[in-house]
């Protein structure tokens, strides 16, 4: 409609948001590394990424080309590291986790990270998940949705990324729905937010054996911005510990044990 052209026509109010699954150990075992990075550098430019498997996040940022990337990698195992522009974000605090559920493979988290968006002045709470396999039930929903609540300030736009194990239709997912309405549904991988929704797709993913999805969502201006000494600061990345988590092994075998599961999403059906 008109209202979404019109967002279009004026970039500076939209955001570009990723979620990729990197089926980190496969793409290891088969050397297809290059591939990977690759498949991140021709999705570019976008502004916030959640990756989950990704075992180190700096080092698949800086080869796929994306230097002007800070971020956060969070615990192991089961990573699910969060990723912003620094062009068009500045940090506002340290970034954070939480454990969200366990299954056979360890605990299951969720990341975030506060943030300013530079070109309107609106705080953004940014999360990523990469959720369980043994269950998408409404504690795991309870869960999820806690850990936004606890983050979120008065005023901020929210988005969040994840391999959610969990298709739109579950308990779990209709709870986190109920609040973040907005949505890229690309089966068991989506990206939700408080921010209206412009467009969406699901990509071929390869070498993963995730989609790689896609969404654009509109900021409406922050009126806090316009007050004097209100537009923050980036905080110096020595102000968080990039890798404060538990440390952890074992293999992560998402893929593995999903056979049944419809990886690509909207453009191929869907998950069942």
Same mark, same amino acid.
């Given at each position: 409609?008109?209202?979404? +052209? ?16 990197? /089926? ?13 990075? =690759? ?6 430019? /976008?502004?916030?990424?959640? /990756? ?20 956060? +990698? ?14 068009? /974000? ?16 360890? %605990?299951?988290?969720?990341?975030w990270v506060r943030l300013r968006h530079l070109p309107t002045g609106t705080p953004v ?11 998408? #039930? %409404?504690?795991?929903? #309870? ?9 979120? +300030? ?22 986190? @729905? ?6 890229? #549904?690309?089966?068991i991988d989506h990206i939700l937010s408080t921010a209206p929704k412009l467009e969406g ?18 900021? =409406? ?19 968080? %510990? ?9 293999? @992560? ?8 599961? %419809? ?10």
């Amino acid at each position: 409609g008109e209202a979404v +052209q019109k967002a279009l026509e004026a970039p500076e109010s939209s955001v570009s948001v990723v979620s990729y699954n990197l /089926f980190w150990w496969n793409v290891a075992a088969n050397h297809r590394w290059n591939e990977l990075h =690759e498949r991140i550098r021709r999705e570019a430019p /976008f502004d916030l990424v959640g /990756f989950q498997e990704c075992e180190d996040v700096t080092s698949t940022l800086a080869k796929s080309g994306l230097s002007e990337f800070d971020s956060f +990698q969070g615990p192991k195992p089961n990573p699910c590291p969060v990723a912003w522009n620094t062009e068009v /974000f500045t940090r506002l605090g340290s970034p954070g986790w939480k454990v969200v559920a366990n299954d056979q493979w360890g %605990d299951r988290y969720m990341s975030w990270v506060r943030l300013r968006h530079l070109p309107t002045g609106t705080p953004v709470l940014f999360a990523n998940t990469h959720g369980p396999l043994n269950g998408c #039930d %409404d504690g795991l929903g #309870d869960n999820w949705l806690a850990g936004i609540e606890a983050q979120r +300030q008065p005023g901020d736009a929210v988005f969040m990324t994840g391999d959610f194990n969990c298709d739109s239709s579950t308990p779990a997912m209709t709870k986190v @729905r109920a609040l973040l309405v907005e949505e890229h #549904d690309g089966g068991i991988d989506h990206i939700l937010s408080t921010a209206p929704k412009l467009e969406g797709e699901s990509k071929d993913g390869t070498p993963s054996d995730h989609p790689l999805i896609r969404g654009v969502f509109r900021l =409406e201006g922050s009126a806090e911005a316009d007050q004097p000494g209100q537009q923050a600061k980036a905080l110096p990345a020595e102000t968080f %510990d990039q890798n404060d988590a538990t440390p952890g092994g074992g293999p @992560r075998a998402c893929g593995l044990l999903e056979a049944d599961m %419809d990886y690509r999403g909207g453009d191929l059906g869907g998950a069942p």
